[in-house]
C-alpha cells in the first residue's frame, strides 16, 4: 500500500539552528512533492514544491531535496526562529493522478529562544 | 488571512440537523477541494471538482454531499452526520490539473470550519 512517513515526533531545536525534517515515500511515483506548513486551528500554507527530475529547490531560509532512489524528500530551515514553530507537511502528487494531493502526518517543530 | 474563505468557521449540529459549508475563492482557480483532518492526522482528501464537475469521490458516505455551483464557489451539505465526522473541514483551491496542463501547482487552503456533531 502507498504510505507517506515523517516523523510524527516533535522536533526541538535551538533558535539559530538548522531544522532538518523528513519524509519518506512507498508504492508512490511522484510527479511532484510538496511542503506545507500548518499552523494549529489554520489550514496548511503552501511553501516549496520540488518536481521529480529536481534535486534540490531554496526559497529564503528553506531547502528541499528530493532523491527519488531514496524514496525521500529532507526539509531545511536554516537559522531557525521562534516563528518557525508549527508543523510542517509533506505532500505528494502520484505521476498517474495529477488532482489528487496526498499529506503525510507531519512533523510538529518547535524552536527554543 | 488566506484568499479562500471558509463559512462558518465554527459549526455545532445534532445528528438529525441539516447544515452547509461554504468556500469561496477569487483566484481564478477551477479546481476545488474538500479535505477532512482530525486532530494529530494529515489532511485527507474527500472530493475534487474540476472546472464545476466532480472528478474525484475518495468513497465518502452519502451524508455529504459536495455541490459546486460556479467556478468560485464550493458546498458540503451535511445531513445525518455522526459524532466521529466531528472534524476541521478544509477548503482548497488550485489552478486545474488535468491533462498535464498545469503540473505544479499547489493547493491554496481556507481556515476551515470546525465542525462538532453532538
Known amino acids: 500500500s502507498q504510505k507517506i512517513e515523517q516523523n510524527s515526533e516533535a522536533l526541538n531545536i535551538q533558535e539559530g539552528k538548522t531544522a532538518t525534517l523528513t519524509c519518506n515515500y512507498t508504492?508512490?511515483?511522484?510527479?511532484?512533492l510538496q511542503w506545507y506548513r500548518q499552523d494549529p486551528g489554520r489550514g496548511p500554507v503552501f511553501l516549496l514544491l520540488i518536481r521529480e527530475n529536481e534535486k534540490e529547490k531554496r526559497k529564503e531560509r528553506l531547502k528541499v531535496t528530493f532523491d527519488t532512489t531514496l524514496k525521500q524528500s529532507l526539509f531545511h530551515i536554516t537559522a531557525s526562529q521562534p516563528a518557525d514553530s508549527a508543523t510542517y507537511l509533506c505532500?505528494?502528487?502520484?505521476?498517474?493522478?495529477?488532482?489528487?494531493?496526498?499529506f503525510g502526518i507531519g512533523t510538529k517543530l518547535q524552536v527554543i529562544p | 488571512d488566506t484568499e479562500v474563505t471558509q463559512t462558518p468557521k465554527h459549526l455545532v449540529m445534532g445528528m438529525t440537523n441539516k447544515k452547509s459549508l461554504k468556500c469561496e475563492q477569487h483566484?481564478?482557480?477551477?479546481?476545488m477541494y474538500w479535505y477532512k483532518q482530525k486532530a494529530k492526522k494529515p489532511p485527507e482528501l474527500m472530493f475534487v471538482y474540476s472546472y464545476e464537475k466532480l472528478s474525484i469521490n475518495e468513497s465518502v458516505p452519502s451524508r455529504f454531499s459536495p455541490e459546486c455551483p460556479n467556478s468560485s464557489l464550493l458546498n458540503l451539505h451535511l445531513h445525518a452526520l455522526q459524532p466521529e465526522d466531528s472534524a476541521l473541514y478544509l477548503c482548497?483551491?488550485?489552478?486545474?490539473?488535468?491533462?498535464?496542463?498545469?503540473?505544479?501547482?499547489?493547493?491554496?487552503f481556507g481556515n476551515g470550519t470546525r465542525l462538532t456533531v453532538t
Open positions: 482548497a483551491s488550485s489552478q486545474d490539473l488535468r491533462q498535464g496542463k498545469v503540473r505544479n501547482s499547489p493547493l491554496h
Open positions: 483566484m481564478g482557480h477551477r479546481a
Open positions: 505532500a505528494l502528487v502520484d505521476s498517474g493522478g495529477y488532482q489528487k494531493v496526498t
Open positions: 508504492n508512490y511515483s511522484p510527479a511532484y
